[in-house]
C-alpha cells in the first residue's frame, strides 16, 4: 500500500483505510506475480475476480454485484456500448465496492459503518450492511437525494442523518467522525478497498470484448473513473492485456471542477462550494479522490468534459427512447459526453467506446416523469377510438 | 401448438397468438427431440437457451435481460433461495418474456404494440419496443400504478393510456382491440410467446442448483407459475432432469381467486370484481392464465396460499433488513408465502426452495417509504453527537 500524497508504503494491511503518516489516500497494490487467468476464473460477478482482490476475508457479504449487462447500441453514430450498472443489486455501481468493504469491515470486527451520500452510496452501504447485520449512519445533504435513492436507504433499515449542507459537508462530516470514533467502519470512496471491488468493471469488458479504445465515465467524487483505469492497468502488469483505454471523465457543467482543471491544463482543480446540477449522483464540488481521477485520465492520455443539464437530460431520454435503456441522470452524462466527443472530433466512430452507466433510471423516478409524454385519461369504452385515431 | 379450451392443435405459427378456432389460449409445444445440453449453451440470459425457445426471429430484440441473480438467504428458517428477478434491465421478470415476444412482433412486420398493466408490463412492453422502435399503447388503471412504473413508461416513450378503471378492465379492452385491429401486437400474457420467454427462468435454477424441491412465485395474471412451470417439464421430458418441483402459488388476501380455488378444491375459480391489495403488481381479480396456473399447480403437486397485506410489508422489510434484498411488495409476497408453508410444515426447511422475486423496491419507492426508521434532520457539526449517542 502507498498513500499518492506523501508516498508513506506499508505491507498490505487491511486494517488501514487512509495514511497513517499523512492522513492522505491510500492505493493498493496487486502484486503483479498473480497467478490469474479469465479462463480459469469461476463464479459470477465481483468474486469471479477474488484472485485481483487483495486481503483475506472471514465472510464474503454479496447480493451477486457485478457481471452487469454491456448492451449495444446503434443510434449514436459510432460504436458505442452501454455498460449497464442500473442492473447491480441496489441499482448502481456502488454495489461492486461495498461488497469488498463490507466484507473488510466484518473480518476487522467492526459493527458499525458510516458514508455520506449524494444517494447511491447510502442505498448501497445500507443493503449491505443489513445482509452483514452491522448498523449503517447514512449522512445525506438534506432535500438534495432522489426519492428512488432515500426510500432504499429506509427500507434497508439505515439511520439516517440529514444534514442542512452539502454533500461536500457530509463528507467532511464522516471523515471527522472517522477520525475520532473508532467504531465505525467509513464506506466512502477515501475507503481504498472500495475501488477494488469497483475496478473488476474493467475486467469484466477485457473478458467480454477486450480492451475497449476508450471508456467514458460519469465523474462525482471521482472513485470510479480511476478504480476502472487501475482495473485495466492491472490486467497489463500481469501481462494478460497490451494496453489500455483512454479514460474520459464527464461532469455536469454545475460540478465540474476536475473537467475544467483538465481542460485548462491545470494540474490542481478549484474547488466549487455550490455545485449544482440536475444529476444528483455527481452533484459534488470538492471530489475527494481528485488526484487519483486526473492521474489516470492523464497516464491513460484521456479527457475530461463538461455536459449542461439539458444535454444530459436530452441523453437520458434518447437511451430510453432509441434503445430502450433507462439510466438516471448522472449516467446520461456519459453519452452527453459521448455526443460531444464524435462531434467535436477527439473520438472517431470506430473507436470501440463503452459508457459506464453508473446508476439505474428508477433510482430518480421524479427526473423521469419530466419528459414529455403522450398521456390521457379515457373510458375503457373509447380506447379502441383513440387507437385508431393515432394509428390512422 | 395446442389451445387449452377447445383442444385445437396446429403446427408451430409464429403468427398465431389466441386460438383461430375458439379465441383460447394456446400452448406452445417444444419438439421433445431437441438436442440441446446445458453444457454446449452459449451466451447469457434468455437467449442462452434459444435452441429451446420455438421460433425464428429476424432480428433479436435484447437488453440481456435474464441470468438473474439467485441469492442465499439465513434468515428464515430453511434453505431458501432468492431467484431476484428485479436485476433485469426495466427491473422486473416481464423483461424475458418481452424480449421473445417483441423480436416475434418484428419478424412479423408489426410497427406497434399494446398491452394493459398493473405497470412492469408497461415498462417493460415500453423498453423493448422502443429498441425495436416499434410504438407501444400502454393501458393502465388510473390511479393504480406504482410510481417507478408509470415514470418507466414515459421515460421510454410509450403512448400512456389511464382508463377510469381496474386492471382487468384495462385487459379486457386490450383483448378487444386485439379482436379488431390487426395492425397492433398485443404484448400481455394471453400471447403465448411471451410465455416462452419467462420459462427460460427454470433453465437457470436448473443450471445453478439443480431442480429445487419447490418454487413460489406471486401470481397475479398467473402466467408466470405456469411459464417457469413449463420450463421444468420441458427438461424433464428432454431427459436432462428427472422431476419437477412443486409450483406453489401466492396471492394477496384481497386479490386471490387461483389460491381460494385451489384451496377449497375447486377446478374453476370464482372471479373477484373489486381486487385490493398493496402489492399493485397482483391487484387482479380475473387472472387471464387462471387455467393454466392451476393445471401448473395440480400436475406438480403443489399449492397455493394467500398471504395478507400486513405479511406482505412485512415480507418486504425483513428481506431489505436482514438479507439486504429489496424487492416491490407482490414479490415480497413469495417470502410471506414461504413463512406460512414452514410454520403449517407444509414445506420442509430441509427443501430447497426458490422465491421468484419478481420486481425491484424501487418500481415503489412509496411503498419502501412506509417503513419505519431512524431518521434526523441536524447540522454537520451535530453529527458526531448523534451517533455517540446510538453507540453507547
Known amino acids: 500500500m502507498r498513500c499518492i500524497h506523501c508516498s508513506f508504503e506499508a505491507e498490505l494491511d487491511q486494517s488501514l483505510i487512509t495514511c497513517p503518516n499523512c492522513g492522505g489516500l491510500l492505493e493498493i497494490r496487486c502484486d503483479p506475480k498473480i497467478d490469474f487467468a479469465f479462463k480459469s476464473a469461476r463464479g459470477r460477478g465481483v468474486w469471479r475476480y477474488s484472485p485481483l482482490i487483495p486481503g483475506k476475508y472471514s465472510r464474503v457479504v454479496s447480493l451477486m454485484e457485478g457481471d452487469t449487462p454491456l448492451i449495444d447500441t446503434s443510434s449514436f453514430g459510432g460504436k458505442f456500448m452501454a455498460k449497464f450498472e442500473g442492473a447491480n443489486p441496489t441499482g448502481s455501481f456502488k454495489d461492486r465496492g461495498m461488497s469488498v468493504a463490507v466484507s473488510n469491515a466484518l473480518t476487522l470486527g467492526y459493527r458499525a459503518v458510516m458514508a455520506a451520500s449524494t444517494g447511491n452510496t447510502a442505498a448501497s452501504a445500507a443493503a449491505y450492511a443489513a445482509r452483514a447485520r452491522m448498523r449503517a449512519f447514512i449522512v445525506l445533504p438534506q432535500g438534495k437525494i432522489a426519492m428512488g435513492k432515500l426510500a432504499q436507504a429506509i427500507l434497508y433499515g439505515a439511520y439516517v442523518i440529514e444534514v442542512q449542507g452539502s454533500f461536500d459537508q457530509g463528507l467532511e462530516t464522516v471523515m471527522s467522525v472517522h477520525r475520532v470514533e473508532d467504531r465505525i467502519y467509513p464506506l466512502n470512496s477515501f475507503n481504498p478497498w472500495r475501488l477494488e471491488g469497483q475496478k473488476t468493471l474493467a475486467f469484466e469488458l477485457v473478458e467480454s470484448v477486450g480492451v475497449p479504445d476508450a471508456v467514458i465515465v460519469p465523474v462525482g467524487n471521482a472513485g470510479n473513473i480511476y478504480a476502472i483505469w487501475k482495473g485495466f492497468m492491472e490486467l497489463k502488469e500481469l501481462g494478460l492485456t497490451d494496453r489500455v483505454p483512454k479514460m474520459i471523465g464527464v461532469q455536469a457543467e454545475g460540478a465540474s471542477p476536475i473537467a475544467k482543471a483538465v481542460m485548462k491544463g491545470k494540474d ?19 471530489p475527494v479522490n481528485w488526484l487519483r481521477a486526473m492521474r489516470a485520465i492523464r497516464e491513460s ?71 414529455n409524454t403522450n398521456r390521457f385519461t379515457v373510458a375503457p369504452s373509447e380506447v379502441l377510438k383513440l387507437v385508431e385515431r393515432e394509428l390512422s
Open 301 to 371: 492520455r484521456g479527457t475530461a468534459i463538461t455536459v449542461s443539464d439539458h444535454e444530459i437530460l436530452q441523453a437520458q431520454r434518447e437511451m430510453a427512447r432509441k434503445e430502450g435503456v433507462g439510466v438516471e441522470p448522472a449516467s446520461a452524462a456519459a453519452l452527453a459526453g459521448y455526443m460531444k466527443l464524435l462531434e467535436s472530433e477527439r473520438l472517431s466512430r470506430e473507436d470501440l467506446t463503452v459508457g459506464v452507466f453508473t446508476g439505474n433510471a428508477l433510482k430518480d423516478p421524479e427526473s423521469m416523469m419530466r419528459v
Open 268 to 286: 490542481v482543480p478549484e474547488f466549487e462550494e455550490f455545485p449544482e446540477t440536475v444529476a444528483s449522483a455527481i452533484r459534488i464540488g470538492k
